[in-house]
C-alpha cells in the first residue's frame, strides 16, 4: 500500500502506528529540519518529522514506512556538508536528536555505549570526567552527535595520530530498513567474527540503516598539546615541510595547513601579528610531553630547511591562540560569500601539485578557491568563494567544484576524505568507484533496502 | 551446465579456458593442499589445484567456475586454524603461492601495493629496509601471507599497540565470484567515498572474493624493545595486574599471559630457570624509548602489588629469551597431544572469570586446557591438549571446546579474536550473530556470490 496526501494524513496514520512517537507537521518546523549545511544542495518537502527516543520507536516508524514505502532521511545535527540529510519530497524526517542516554562508561575496558543523539562535545566531557578521552573531533564537534559521526564516518584534526571515527566504533545497534534490529561488532578489543557489518554502516550515510546505539571505544586521558606555527611565504615549501615531518619515526597529534585565501579572510576580521610577508601557515602540535619536544624541533627544523619562521608556543594558552587561526577559516570564509567546500584527499607527497592545480583551477574559472585543510593527512578543503547571487558566478563556482575532485583522482585521491558523499558527490562517487564499484554498492544497497526507503538519492542515484 | 567427473577432465576444462594458469590433478599433491592446520576439521577431496600469476588469470579461474558452478576454495599458506582453507569436495583450490610480487613500495606515503602471496615475513623484511614497519604479526608470520592475513583479519602479538591486519590494509582489489575484478578503497590516508568494501572483503575468508592485490599502509621504523618478565604464583592476580597496566596513559606494545599448563608444557623441553613455585607468567614490552622506562616501571610497579616478582631484560638479547619462552608454547602444546585451539576475546577487566572459568570446565570434562594469549586485548587462546586416537576423549575435547565458547559469550566476549570462523565455528557464529545478523550476513553473501561457488559451507553454513 502506497500512502499519499498530506502531511496531517500521513502524520495521524504515523502516530496511530508508533503512538509514543513525537510527530510534527508543521510546515515551519519541517522547513526549519529540511537541509544540512551543505547550502547548494537541493533538498525536497519533507512529509512529517519524527523524534523517536527509543530503538523500539525507531523500528516502529521504519516498519510503518517500509508498509507505506515513504521514505526515510535520518538525521542528527544537520551539520553535514554533502546534503546527506537533506530531506526528499515526501520522507519522514527521522531525527535523532531526543535519543541522548549515555547508557554506560566502562572505564576499566576503555568503552561507553551511547544513544545516537548525543553531542560530541557532552560526550567527550562527561568522559574526561573519568579521566578518559573520545579523539573524533570534526570540527562541528560542538553541535554533531555521535551517530552523525558515525553514519558519515566523520574525521577531525585528531586524526592525524588517532584516526577517523570509524576507528573508534566498536559495535553498533541498527534498525533495517523494515524494521528489524541488527546488532554489529562486539564490544571487545578484537574480534572476526563474520563480516564486519560495523565498518559497513559507519559512513553508509544512512542509506543503509538507522544507527540507534554505539559501542565507542576510548583511550586514556591525552595530555595538554604543545604547539608550533611556521610562516610561509608560499604554499610549496609548506608542502614540503608536510611530507618530511610525517617522514619521521614520531609523528605530531596534529598538522594542518592554512592557505593565503584562507588566511587573508581571517585577516580582514582580527590583527594576526604575523612576519611581514606570511602568505602560508603551518600548525602543528603534539599531545605526547615525552616526545613533543623533539616532535616541535623536527618542525621547526623542517620549516627553517625551507625558509619558514617558526614559533613555538610558550604555553597551552598561546597554543590555543594559534589553533584559533585555523579553527576560525571556517567563519571568514562564510563572510566572504558563498562557500562551496571541498574534501579531496591525495597521499602527501602530491599535496604541492594539489595545491598548484586548485591555484591553476582558481586561474581558470575565475573563482577565488581557499585551500585550507589537514595537511598531515594530505586531506584538504579547496573551498569556493562566490557570490550566490550571481548564476554565472555560482555555476563557475559549480564548475571549479567538478575541477578539484577531477584533480584529486588524477593524483591518486580520492573525492572526500571525510565529509561523505550524500547528494553533493554522487555523481563523482559513481566515477571514483569504477562500474563494477558502483554494481556492488547498488548489490548492497538493494540488499539491505530492498524497497529503497532509506535516505533515497544519497550517496548513489536512485534506481 | 555443471561439470562432474574426474579431477583429469575438469583440468583439461579449466586447462583450456584458462591456458596460462598452473592446473594441478596429481591427487597427491592436491591431498597435500587439502587442509589447513585446523587438524580437527573435517576436509573435503578437491578436483584441482591451480596457481595464478595474475589478476586476470584469477578472473579466468573464477568465470570457468561460475560457468560450471564449481566450488572455489581460495588458499594462501594454509596456516589457518579454523579449517577456513579446507577443501570441499570437487573444489577448485586456487593458491595465491605465485603471485608474489611486490609492485611497489612508496616510502615518503607509507604505503606498498603487493600481491596476495607475498609473505609476511618476507614483506616485513623488504620494508625495514626502506626505515619502514609492517606490524601485523600473526604468529604464523614466517609463513603465512599477506593475502591470507587480510581475508582472515590476522592479528598478532602487535596488535595491542598498532591494530590488526584490516588497520594496515587501504585497499584491495578482488576477483569476484563471476570474475569481475573490483577496487575498493584507496591509497590515501583517510577516504569515505561510499560503503566500506575494503574492511567487508577484510575478514570475510574467501566467501566473498578473492583478494588479488593490496595496497598497504606502513609505518616509520619501531625501535627495539625494551621487555619485561613478571612471574606469579597463580593466574588471578595476573589477570588483574593486565587491567592496571592497561589503564596507563601510555600502553605497552605487548602484553602476553602465559598460563600452568602452558608453561609446565615448556618447561618440560627446556629449563626456564624461572622462580620456584611460578606457575603464571606475564610477558610485557615497550618499543617507544622516550616511554618504555615508564611503562616497565609501571608494569613492574603493578605486578608487584600483585605479588609479582619481575625481571627487566638487560638487553635486546635477554628480551628476546624471555619472549621466546611465549613463542614457545604452540609448539610444546603440539607435543603434548592434538590440539584444539581456542580464539575467545573477552573485555580485560573479564580475563580473571574467564581463566576461572576455563579451569572449571577442565574440571568438569577432564579435558588438559591450556590457556595462555593476548592478555592485553583480552583474547585468549584457550587449548584442548587431548588424545586424538581415543574417540571418547576426543569427544570430550569437543565439548570443552563449546563450553568455552559459551563462557565467552556468557562474559561479553567473541568466539573469535583473530582466528577466525572458517568451518570450526560456523555453528558458534550463528549464536554469536543472532537471527537478524546471520539473516543479513546471508544477504551479502548471496548478493556478491549468487552462485554460492566462493568457498562454500565457511563462515556460514551452506543454503
Redesign the interface.
Known sequence: MTMTGTGGELGAALAAAAPTVTVVTDPAVLNAHRADHASTCPSGTPAALVRPRTTDEVAAVLRFASEHRIPVVPQGARTGLSGGANAVDGAILLSTEKMTTIAGI??????ATVQPGVINADFSRVVAAHGLFYPPDPASWEMSTLGGNAA??A?GLC?LKYG?T??FVRGLEVV?ADG?????G????????????T??F???EGT?GVITELTLALR????TPRTAIAFFTGMAPACDVV?EV?????RPSLLELIDPVSLAAVSRHRDLGFPPGTTTVLITQSD?P??AE?VLNGFAAAAGREGGEVLIADGPEEGRMFLATRRSVGLALEREGANLSEDV?????RLRELVAGVGEISARTGVTIACTG?AG???MHPTMVFDAGDPAKAAAAGQAFDQVMALGLAL??????????GVL?RDW?AR???P??L???G??K???DPLGILNPGK?LARC
Open positions: 566502562d572505564a576499566d575496558n576503555q568503552t558519515t564516518n574525521g586524526c577517523v570509524a576507528d533495517l528489524r534490529v541488527l546488532r554489529t562486539r564490544s571487545t578489543a578484537k574480534g572476526v567474527a563474520g563480516y564486519d557489518l565498518r559497513l559507519a559512513g553508509s543503509l586514556p586521558a591525552a595530555e611530507t610525517m617522514r619521521a619515526a614520531v605526547d615525552a616526545h623533539a584527499c591525495v597521499p602527501r607527497t589537514h593527512d594530505g586531506n591518486g585521491g580520492t573525492i572526500t576524505g571525510e565529509h561523505g558523499v558527490k562517487l571514483e568507484l569504477g563494477v564499484g554494481e556492488v554498492h548489490g548492497i538493494a540488499t539491505l550517496v
